[in-house]
């Protein structure tokens, strides 16, 4: 019996998301006991004390399941964005919501648009409901935004079949964005029965000028879909929180789907706490700030070039295939992002650390960049 056959078809040819290695793996692997990730995106300062204060003394409460509507969190959602209840779908990340619009909107005939180099998710959660993937080839390196999104060949692409695009603004894992102008004359030609949903996991950077205001947006919008996550910025990767915000049929559907327990309670109030810690939230966006300039100048030259950011990471153009750079700088304890899965195999993405994690990965590039590699 081959278990396959009977899967859903778009099951069958699913190659699952390829997450960052975890530190313990490569220490393992190679004996060592220093070891710095620079691979998933997160921030390097951890969780704010607002945060950690909250989820201190929960162990007592964990028999409870949490509230299933996350009431505490959405009111805290409501008063720091200025929305209702009614707008907010909260989820097990970001990652959950993605899914979660996915199975509300997408089926076998259907399709989803997304850009060339966009966020691995959108076409796995396309493939999972058995809908189709139009991948619209990204800007060329003549455009003012090279490998970005272009937004008016994903409007060509829309066709009576479409139900959703996604747009990653800034985009993982090229960093790449669009400024609130050009987006907004997207949603203007957007068909209204075509959902857009705007992912914006790294906009608390603040890492570009021009920054839609696409939360305020939603309630002109009846097709617009925002995704935000307590992953990136706010530093709790760990404890799985994310949401959307959307008009309240978009959202009625959503949470007809969602599981009904699926945002943990240690999660839901540490959220609330990180939503109040503005001191936390500037702390790791200055840091971002001040890394990503020392790492770009770092990278660049030995004929390589980066991708310019507006993210809490910054990719680099090796000019020559990455993989060797890839594993010489595991074997020297760092762990940066491979990209050769979106095609981009000359590419490594590299996430913004402490000033001592890119001291360390500043140490290792400089040893790599000195070693034969093609030879070893
Ligand atoms: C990291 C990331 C997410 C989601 O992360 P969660 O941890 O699931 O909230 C979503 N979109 C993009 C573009 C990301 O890089």
Redesign the pocket.
Known sequence: MNMESIANSGVQTLSPYQPGKPVTDIQREFGLEHVVKLA??ENPLGPGNKAKAAITGFADDLARYPDPNGFALKQALCDAFDLHHNMLTL??????V?VLLAQAFLRPGTNSIFSQY??E?YAIATQIAGAQAKVVPALGPDSSMPLGHDLQGMLDRVDTNTQIVFI?N????TGTWIGAKELQSFLDQLPQNVICVL?E??VEYEGFDDTPDAMNWVKQYPNLVV?R????AHGL?GL???FAVAQPQITDLLNRVRQPFNVNAIGQSAAIAALSDDAHLKASRDLNRAGMQGIADIVQGHGMSVVPSA?NFIMVDCGRPAQPIFHALLKQGVIVRPVANYGLPNHLRITIGTQEENAFFAQAWEKVMQMNLAAS
């Open positions: 998933s995106n989820g097990n990340g970001s990652n959950d993605l966009a966020f998710v990653a800034p985009n993982n894992p992912d996991a790294y995704t996550t307590f992953s990136k990767a799985r929180v994310g993210a």
